[in-house]
């Protein structure tokens, strides 16, 4: 089964080249990196990293920043056009490690599942530097998705997962909605998968956080981008969304 891995990039300079080095053969076959308003040093950085690993990257570069979600639709849509089997989604920005995509991949070769979660709270996982309130929240969330869904989640807004392409051909998914350009693409998914009754399984991983200014761990504001992680849940839940 051919494995690609998506990453979306927006300034992540410092960061990326770090990120593209650990990929190996066994993680992936294929690195696609969707790069929102490159500059040249970042440009400069994904390639000299580039020749430095034995796994082919294609980069997809966008002048404007249209949102995480249309980004990651961009790396979709590669992926599909190019006959992959498994799209694996992670950070760009180093809180994510490359080598552990076997442990998300492994389940949907050998033991049949369709999308497989990463999570930092299983035993084996980690969880290193997380600010306070983000803690908080990811430990206080997945309760409410366990609920809604009837599925248990001990994790849902750590977007290192991986699952078969095939997913995203189903005609009850429609991940080209514009509503879906921003983070509320991930969870869409998410809940679609878990309501459908494909084969979900979460598998322990490392979010390790390197700064703890907000400004650099993420690019994620609680205060801007809140409604984007909680409504897609809701609004798919009371069938106000599709």
């Known amino acids: 089964m ?30 696609c990196l969707v790069v929102d308003q490159p500059s040249p040093s970042i440009l400069k950085e994904i390639e000299e990293s580039k020749n430095r690993i034995h796994v082919p990257v294609t980069i997809i570069e966008n002048s404007d920043r249209k949102g995480v979600g249309y980004a990651i639709k961009e ?17 760009g920005n180093g809180k994510d490690d490359p080598k552990e995509i076997p442990r998300l991949t492994t389940p949907i070769i050998q033991d049949g599942f369709d999308y497989v979660q990463g999570s930092r709270f299983l035993p084996g996982g980690r969880g290193e530097r997380t600010p306070f309130l983000r803690r908080i929240f990811t430990r206080l969330f997945p309760f409410a998705w366990t609920l809604l869904t009837g599925v248990r989640c001990t994790e849902v807004t750590n977007g290192f997962r991986a699952y078969r392409a095939s997913i995203l051909l189903d005609p009850r998914i429609d991940i080209e909605q514009e509503w879906l350009n921003g983070y509320e693409l991930e969870y869409y998914l998410h809940y679609k998968v878990l309501t ?47």
Do not use: C, N
């Open 2 to 31: 051919r494995r690609v891995a998506i990453v979306p990039v927006f300034r992540e300079t410092g960061k990326i080249g770090r990120v593209i080095e650990r990929f190996t053969p066994e993680s992936v076959d294929q690195l």
């Open 75 to 91: 790396g979709y849509q590669y992926a599909l056009s190019h006959e992959f089997d498994i799209i694996v989604v992670m950070a």
């Open 196 to 242: 459908l009754g494909y084969r979900f399984a979460e598998r322990p991983v490392s979010k390790v956080y390197s700064h703890m200014s907000r400004t650099s761990y993420s690019h994620i504001s609680p205060l801007r981008d809140w409604k984007q992680i909680v409504t897609p849940v809701v609004l798919l839940r009371i069938g106000a969304r599709h």
